[in-house]
Every structure is written in structure tokens, then in C-alpha cells.
């Protein structure tokens, strides 16, 4: 694997984390019957420090969410060495992941029957 392809994995796994967090922040909200106003969810850039938030309604956020492999970031926040841009808006930027990284996206989903549980485990600690 070359250097490209480790980040690229690195990156993914990274996301895909973030995107556990979201998901839960959508679930309380979604289960608080709070569906109308927007939430505030986690920039899901490949900068582990980075705790920028991106306020999204939830219908938005639902949308964003039908692909496996995209990721949502702050303008700014996106690396085109590792993701194609595929949707820009003054809020946020939404990016694809290519190659291996789609691959790591796409079997991480949550949302996917026999979603990767490693990852959410890895991600608990964060949620308690
Ligand atoms: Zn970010």
C-alpha cells in the first residue's frame, strides 16, 4: 500500500467515527420528537482535533446521509488529495470518498446491516 492509500484509509476510519457521533446526535433528536429544529453535528473532516460543528436541519442531514461513502465537512475542511468534492454549499462541503477509503466508508455505514461494530465500540467512550 503506498503512502496515498494509508492516509486515505486513515482518513476514512477517522470519518467514519465522526459520523457514529452524528448519528447518535440525529437518534436523540429524532427520539426527543425535536425533528424541526436544526442540530449542531461534528465537522466529519480527517483532522481528529478538529471540533468544528455544522448546524443541519434534520431532513438535510437524512439526505446527506444516503451514501455510504460521503462525508460532510466545513468549507475549508476538505482534502482533495483523498476525497472528491461533490457538493458545495455555504454551510458545508460534502465529499466522497474514492478507492480504498470507499470502501472503508462504505463498510463502516452504520446504517448497514453488519456495519462495522468495531468502529462503534471504538466511539462509545465518547457517547457516554
Ligand atoms: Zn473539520
Not at 436523540?28 to 468544528?52: F, Q
Not at 478507492?99 to 448497514?112: F, L
Request: net charge negative; aromatic share 6%; charged share 30%.
Amino acid at each position: 500500500m503506498d503512502e496515498i492509500d494509508a492516509r486515505r484509509e486513515r482518513a476514512a476510519r477517522n470519518q467514519s467515527l465522526f459520523r457514529v457521533v452524528n448519528e447518535r446526535i440525529v437518534e436523540l433528536s429524532h427520539r426527543s420528537g425535536d425533528e424541526a429544529r436544526p442540530n449542531a453535528y461534528l465537522c466529519e473532516c480527517l483532522d481528529t482535533d478538529c471540533s468544528a460543528s455544522i448546524e443541519l436541519p434534520y431532513d438535510e442531514y437524512q439526505r446527506l446521509r444516503e451514501h455510504g461513502s460521503r462525508f460532510f465537512v466545513l468549507p475549508g475542511h476538505e482534502d482533495s488529495d483523498v476525497e472528491d468534492v461533490v457538493e458545495t454549499t455555504p454551510g458545508y462541503v460534502v465529499v466522497d470518498k474514492v478507492g480504498v477509503a470507499g470502501e472503508i466508508a462504505e463498510s463502516a455505514d452504520p446504517r448497514k446491516a453488519g456495519g462495522c461494530r468495531q468502529l462503534q465500540q471504538e466511539v462509545g467512550p465518547w457517547l457516554s
